[in-house]
Structure formats: structure tokens, C-alpha cells
């Protein structure tokens, strides 16, 4: 076959830093939100959503058929701090985790977990976002050492 074709659609979730509330201000969350969908689209691989929380984001795009999941998200964590870092203030120490998760979507799935990012600030009236990660850990049957999971 001469032409590679992919569509992988991927829920991605990362925290600050120790959740450090660096995107408490609503201003710079939307910002940030719209800055990292900016850099999905640059990578060719188109954004659905963006949403999160005070000390966390979601992600659901189409992953590009040129890139790993793991050199993607290192670019968006890489560049986002980059950008975030020259507004000055407190943002100067900002810091993402060092891990994430990423979960693979199934065309039937978008609409529910477009969804579910959309509510992000409601659902987290509720719920943490370690609690929100692990269960997403074991929604997604993945086996994982509590000691390691957060930084």
C-alpha cells in the first residue's frame, strides 16, 4: 500500500507539578487551554476538546500517524511551560508532571468524553484529580504503582 492512513483518537491527562494550582486563575486556564490546542493542530493532530482544571489538563485529538504519543506529549508539556513561564509572576515556577496518561478512544466514545472534559470544573466539585486518575487507570485496566504515579 503506497499511502500510510491512521485515525487514533487519544485522551490525554497530565497535572501540574506536585497539582500545584497554577491554572486556579480562570484567565490563564482558558489560555492555556487554547494555547494547547493550538500547538495539537501545529502537530497534525487535530483537537476536539481542551479542558482541566486547576491543577490539570485534558486533551482528546486525533493522534498524527508521524508521531509517538510519547514525543507528542513532550512537545505540548515542553512548549506550554515554555509559553506559560513568560507571563511572569508565580507562573515563572511553573512545571508539569513528569508522567501522563493517554488513552486510546474509540469512535463511539468521542461524544461522552468530549463530554466528560467539558464538565471538568463541576466534576472536580467532587472528586480529585489523583482520585479522577486512578480511576481512569483502572477503567482502562492499567496496572500501576501508586509510589510511582505521582511527582
Not at 508521524?66 to 506529549?73: C, E, G, K, R
Amino acid at each position: 500500500m503506497p499511502q500510510s492512513l491512521a485515525k487514533i483518537y487519544v485522551h490525554i491527562t497530565f497535572s501540574t507539578k506536585n497539582r500545584y494550582p497554577f491554572l486556579a486563575e480562570k484567565e490563564i486556564c482558558q489560555q492555556m487551554f487554547a494555547y494547547l490546542g493550538g500547538i495539537c493542530n501545529k502537530l497534525d493532530c487535530p483537537v476536539l476538546i481542551v479542558g482541566g482544571f486547576a491543577e490539570h489538563v485534558h486533551l482528546l485529538c486525533i493522534l498524527s500517524k508521524n508521531l509517538s504519543a510519547a514525543d507528542f506529549i513532550r512537545e505540548i508539556k515542553r512548549s506550554s511551560s515554555k509559553w506559560v513561564k513568560s507571563k511572569g509572576g508565580v507562573l515563572r515556577k511553573f512545571t508539569w508532571q513528569a508522567g501522563y496518561g493517554v488513552f486510546s478512544i474509540s469512535q463511539s466514545q468521542i461524544e461522552i468524553v468530549r463530554s466528560y472534559i467539558a464538565r471538568q470544573e463541576e466534576h472536580h466539585r467532587k472528586k480529585s484529580f489523583q482520585d479522577e486518575f486512578r480511576s481512569l487507570l483502572q477503567k482502562y485496566r492499567i496496572e500501576f504503582d501508586e509510589r510511582y504515579v505521582w511527582d
